[in-house]
Structure formats: structure tokens, C-alpha cells
């Protein structure tokens, strides 16, 4: 019995299907003041599935997704499988915002991908994601500076790329 149990609650916990990308955080504060709590995709598979699938209840308003790149170019980003519209912040090497797509339309699913959404391609480094609800993301302005903090996980992740 006690070994039923185990197994069934190492199945329960492997089955779980977390909402959230388990990504290396920073913290970003805004020229206005505001702290966002950055999830930071680096890798071409964690910038690929950015916040598809993540549920609006299960990302703050405080929270922000980063695309960090490490070579400037022109960015295109699509919204398929994701549940809440984006603002998407395009950012120059020194986390100065250069210019901001608002109120990007999410797109519940991958079918018809004539129909998911895309934004415009900007030239930029680095694009923060946050919600188009989120009073902080409405506060950030083009000409902006953010600065930036990493977890020295992430530090470290980054000098790697």
C-alpha cells in the first residue's frame, strides 16, 4: 500500500503541468520606479515558447517575460496559444526603449496560422512582454530607461550565449 501510494503521488507530481516556464528570473525597475519580476527567455526553445500557454490568473501584473538576445536585429514576434493581450517593449543593448507595440491580440491555439497575431518587426536587442492590462507596462514610455538585475544563475547563463 505505502508503495501504491508513492508511486501514485511521483505520478501526480510528474503530471502536473505547470502554467509557468521555469526560466532564470531578474528583476527590471523601471524609469517610473515599478519592480518587474523578469522571466528571461535565452534560448531559441525558451524564446519560442515565450508565454504560450501561461493563463492570465497565472502571470501578474508585475511580471515580465525578457527576450534576451545577444546581437541587435529586426524582432518578430506572433501570439499563437496564449491567453491575454501583450505589450511588447523593444529595448537597445543598454535597456533603453526604443519602441513599444501595445495591446498585441492573443490567440487561443496554433490552428489557422494565417490568423494568430503578429507584430510589426523592430530593430531592437532585447523585447520585455507584459501584460497590455498591467498599469506599469502603460507607464513605460519610448525613450525610457530600464535597468536591469540577474539572479547570478542568470549572470552566469548569459555570459554563456
Known amino acids: 500500500m505505502i508503495k501504491l ?5 511521483i505520478f501526480l507530481l510528474l503530471s502536473c503541468n505547470s502554467t ?3 526560466l532564470l528570473k531578474g528583476k527590471l525597475t523601471t524609469a517610473q520606479g515599478h519592480v518587474v519580476t523578469t522571466y528571461l527567455a535565452l534560448t531559441p526553445s525558451e524564446q519560442e515558447q515565450g508565454l504560450s500557454g501561461v493563463q492570465e490568473s497565472d502571470f501578474k501584473d508585475n511580471e515580465g517575460m525578457l527576450f534576451y538576445y545577444p546581437e541587435a536585429g529586426e524582432k518578430h514576434f506572433w ?8 505589450d ?12 513599444i507595440v501595445r495591446n ?5 491555439g496554433r490552428n489557422n496560422p494565417d490568423l494568430i497575431p503578429r507584430a510589426r ?3 531592437s536587442n532585447h523585447v520585455l512582454e ?5 498599469k506599469i507596462s502603460q507607464e513605460i514610455k519610448v525613450g525610457d530607461q530600464l535597468k536591469i538585475e540577474y539572479s547570478p544563475e542568470a549572470q552566469k547563463a548569459i555570459q554563456n550565449l
Do not use: C, E
Open 121 to 123: 518587426g523592430v530593430w
Open 88 to 99: 511588447l517593449i523593444y529595448l537597445d543593448l543598454n535597456f533603453k526603449v526604443l519602441d
Open 79 to 86: 501570439m499563437p496559444d496564449t491567453y491575454f493581450n501583450l
Open 130 to 134: 507584459m501584460k497590455a492590462t498591467s
Open 20 to 22: 509557468r516556464p521555469a
Open 104 to 108: 498585441l491580440q492573443h490567440y487561443k
Open 5 to 9: 501510494l508513492a508511486l501514485s503521488s
